[in-house]
């Protein structure tokens, strides 16, 4: 069976017994801080598991895309020395939220095994393992299923800690987590290794396929295990695992899946095929950045980022042993979305995109490689011993972006270590320097802890009645505010909106009685909402009711600029690209500003195609209708959700007509019309492959044209012209100008020859040489350099230096003639003349040309001159 239908197969059969088919989540964990990435099929339903999340389905089944290639689920450094490691796997999985345990669980695993209707291998190939105290799993296998007694292994705590097994599954170091029985195929006796359990298990003959894990326990950061409220079934079988047992093969790499890859990163190296640990590596390290680049990560130098530029860079070195030329990686993209575009159509969708951010990763590596290496090579020559120091791997790091693996590898190669506690302290003492460089105030929100929830009444008013049910000053819960104070005030319903989405909290104020608190911004801790502010007059008193009053023309104006960059967003995909991800915005009163993912600087008629894009949708005046849904049926509905957001069972689905529709909780104009204008005041860069926009719209959009029609008005004016004549009165004026300055350079030159005539008879004699210092106030370097020639032709054995003050700068000019740059370099004389004036220059041995600042020392500069003559004849 090939891997597809592989996949398909499991798919099917879990869903006739009643399992929901569920997408594979994002490598990103949505709202899961303990994950760097996606390393497990369960990871998505991690809150089912905890009992804080309801679904419509009891029993799901998943293709699940993972990564391990960083935190504690690490594979990185064993890819493509091994027959089964990856940066990039498929884990299938089925999976029960209280519903069957156990039993069922084993019985569908052994099922789908060994059935003749699907996998249908050989029963007696099959051993099975389990944690050393799980003696209700043991019977399952024995009793029910037949598995015989001698292969079945049970497996205690063989990792040096309680609980701290092969047999018992964590998902991190805390979270869900609990007993677990594997399932192993044995190859045969012609293949090395042991079963599990045993001293050989390291080998090949025994390959774990299948593992079910047995959710019980929830652990906490104390270590402590306590009980599930429902314990529920994690299950996983690797994809590629299976289809080598499938594909009689005894290595990952040697499946229909990897084999169309290793043809294609041969094809794009230009090596052969010939199973090349090197070309296994490019292969796989393809697959984990194909998918985290569709995911939405791209290369920087923290987080997630950095582990994709390090598995990047690993590609592209391992491609250059190989004898790759030029950029190459980036090319097997193709050969990856044509493997697996059909299961994971993101692929499909972002290819353009992935290859671009590759091609410019691998581009930017490739200017630091090869000068890396040679620093690299050099220390190793001088290495003394078989450990490379921590601060020369921290050097690479920090110096020619060499990850610490990459370092790792070329040592490996050499039969070295690294030292990597060394390289950790050396990264410790950079933080540290980097903290004391910055200064940060305290966050009092932080320190907040309200137990409250607040209802949100704002979206359809801008004043209400409220109780408080909080206060707070300075972080501690208080029971009354006096005037005067700043603080914070918890109401139990209020139309200010909390800061999020991009879109800044709300201002106004509360109203009770004599009191006034005046509300400077809103945000969000939990369900509670914290109005931030002064209290103006009065007292405030946990329990009193108060008048809520929204600012109204600043929420009105922020819901202008929020509207206008859903706009923005899909117009940018529009233009530039389906690959266009927000990666941040900003959303107040007075500007919008708009963070995507672009590669390369927006053209200007890409801006102007923007603007109009938008304005048109602007003029159709659609509705802006919201809608509660689940997420699924958004989806359906063709709306975006932010990358990396975890959403609930009901979502806030934002429409505007037909052009966007996407998943949004902030508060939006009425119809599109409503924002009036939009207009894009600058595009840049913020990050790697990240740009920004910002813009302007309604009111605000109006008081940019018009102030820059009154800049046309007076531009027009000075050249003495109309808003429609402009820019040919400009033309005029600057081709008037070229003409000028070339007149000025001719006069110049025609002054400067003059000069020569009157200066060479005021020559010094020195020792047989004529030396001339001059101060020469208004010309420019360019009129020096000429005059030096020509004085050089004049004087015949000669030492030259010219100086003026031109523009507020001193500029310098130095000359020796042919005959004496032996003894005499006019880059010598330049140097001591620049550093007296407070500048630098140098220059060839007969010629040199410098600089400064400080022109009244000019004339003590030029006074070197002749002690430089004495000293060198």
């Not at 105030?441 to 009444?457: H, P, Q, R």
């Not at 020559?763 to 040489?769: C, E, I, M, S, T």
């Amino acid at each position: 069976m090939k891997s597809a239908e592989i996949r398909e197969a499991f798919l099917r059969f879990f869903e006739e017994q009643g399992h929901t088919r569920v997408a594979s989540s994002s490598l990103i964990p949505g709202n899961d801080p303990t994950l760097l990435f996606t390393n497990a099929g369960m990871n998505q339903f991690k809150d089912c598991f905890l009992g804080q999340e309801k679904r419509a389905y009891t029993r799901a089944v998943s293709s699940q895309k993972c990564v391990r290639a960083g935190g504690k689920h690490n594979d990185l450094e064993n890819v493509g020395y091994t027959a089964r490691h990856h940066t990039f796997f498929e884990m299938l999985g089925n999976f029960s939220f209280g519903d069957y345990f156990k039993r069922d669980a084993i019985t569908y695993a052994w099922n789908f095994l060994t059935s003749e209707k699907w996998l249908n291998l050989p029963k007696e190939k099959l051993w099975v393992t389990v944690y050393a105290s799980d003696d209700e799993a043991y019977d399952i296998w024995t009793k029910d299923i037949g598995v015989p007694a001698e292969r079945m292994v049970r497996i205690g705590d063989n990792k040096g800690a309680p609980y701290a097994s092969d047999n018992f599954w964590t998902m991190g170091d805390t979270g869900p987590c609990g007993p677990c029985t594997e399932i192993f195929y044995d190859h045969g006796a012609d293949i090395w290794g042991g079963p599990p359990g045993s001293p050989e298990e390291d080998g090949d003959r025994y390959i774990e396929i299948w593992n079910n894990v047995f959710m019980q326990f929830n652990r906490t950061a104390d270590g402590v295990l306590h009980p599930l409220p429902a314990p529920s079934v994690d299950t996983g079988m690797g994809l590629e695992r299976i289809s080598a047992v499938l594909q009689h093969v005894h290595s990952n790499y040697e499946i229909d899946l990897f084999q169309s890859l290793l043809t294609a990163s041969a094809k794009a190296i230009g090596c052969t095929n010939d199973a090349q640990a090197s070309l296994k590596v490019v292969a796989d390290h393809i697959r984990s950045c194909g998918f985290l680049v569709a995911d939405g990560v791209l290369p920087s130098n923290e987080g997630r980022g950095y582990v994709l530029r390090r598995i990047i860079r690993r590609a592209c070195r391992h491609g250059n042993k190989l004898g790759a030329k030029g950029s190459f990686f980036y090319q097997i993209v193709a050969a990856l979305v044509a493997e697996m575009g059909e299961a994971f159509p993101e692929l499909k969708s972002q290819q353009a995109h992935i290859e671009r951010v590759l091609k410019a990763e691998e581009e930017q590596f490739a200017k630091t490689l090869e000068q890396g290496l040679k620093i690299l090579e050099q220390d190793l020559a001088e290495l003394k011993g078989d450990v490379v120091p921590g601060d020369v791997v921290f050097k690479l790091y920090d110096t020619y972006g060499f990850p610490m693996d990459l370092t790792g590898d070329i040592a490996r190669e050499r039969s070295l270590t690294i030292d990597e506690e060394g390289f950790e302290r050396e990264m410790e003492a950079q933080r540290v320097r980097a903290r004391s460089a910055s200064s940060f105030g305290m966050d009092y929100n932080s320190l907040v802890k309200v137990d409250v929830a607040t209802e949100f009444t704002g979206y359809t008013a801008h004043s209400g009645s409220a109780k408080i049910v909080a206060l707070y000053k300075e972080g501690q819960s208080v029971d009354v505010l006096s005037e005067g104070e700043a603080g914070v005030v918890v109401l139990n319903q209020t139309p200010f909106y909390a800061e999020s989405g991009g879109q800044i909290g709300d201002c106004g104020f509360l109203q009770a009685g004599a009191a006034r608190f005046d509300v400077r911004d809103t945000t969000k801790t939990g369900g509670a909402f914290l109005h931030h502010g002064v209290l103006d007059s009065g007292s405030l008193i946990v329990g009193t009711p108060v008048q809520t009053h929204v600012d109204a023309d600043v929420r009105h104006a922020t819901s202008l600029n929020h509207s206008a960059t859903h706009l923005l967003h899909a117009a940018l995909r529009q233009v530039l690209g389906e690959h266009v991800q927000q990666k941040g915005s900003l959303v107040d009163s007075q500007r919008l500003r708009f963070d995507f993912s672009h590669f390369e600087a927006i053209k200007p008629e890409q801006l102007k195609a923007l603007e109009d894009i938008v304005n048109a949708e602007i003029r159709k005046n659609s509705p802006v209708e919201t809608e509660e849904t689940d997420i699924e049926t958004a989806k359906q509905k063709g709306a975006m959700a932010l990358f990396g957001e975890k959403y609930g069972d009901s979502v806030r689905v934002l429409s505007m007509g037909d052009f966007s529709v996407e998943l949004c909780g902030g508060i939006h104009a009425n119809r599109t019309g409503d924002i009036g204008l939009l207009k894009i005041t600058s595009e840049g860069g913020v990050a790697s492959g990240v740009r920004r926009i910002e813009a302007v719209t309604g009111a605000a959009a109006l008081a940019y044209l018009n102030a820059a029609e009154e800049q046309l008005k007076e531009a027009a004016n000075l050249v003495k012209g109309s808003r429609d004549n402009l820019i040919d009165k400009l033309s005029a004026v600057l081709e008037r100008n070229r003409l000028l300055e070339k007149q000025l350079e001719q006069l110049q030159a025609k002054a400067a020859s003059a000069a020569g005539d009157d200066l060479s008879a005021s020559a010094l004699d020195v020792k047989g040489v004529k030396v001339l210092a001059v101060r020469l106030d208004g010309q420019d370097g360019k009129a020096l350099l000429a005059l030096v020639d020509q004085l050089k032709n004049k004087l015949g054995r000669a030492v030259i230096l010219l100086g003026s003050v031109h523009e507020e700068k001193v500029v310098l000019v130095a000359g020796v003639t042919k005959d004496l740059t032996g003894q005499l370099k006019a880059g010598d004389l330049m140097k001591q003349a620049a550093a007296a004036v407070g500048g630098k220059g140098g220059g060839r041995p007969d010629m040199a040309q410098g600089g400064g600042i400080d022109a009244g020392a000019l004339d003590a500069a030029l006074a070197l001159t002749v002690p430089f003559v004495e000293q060198g004849l």
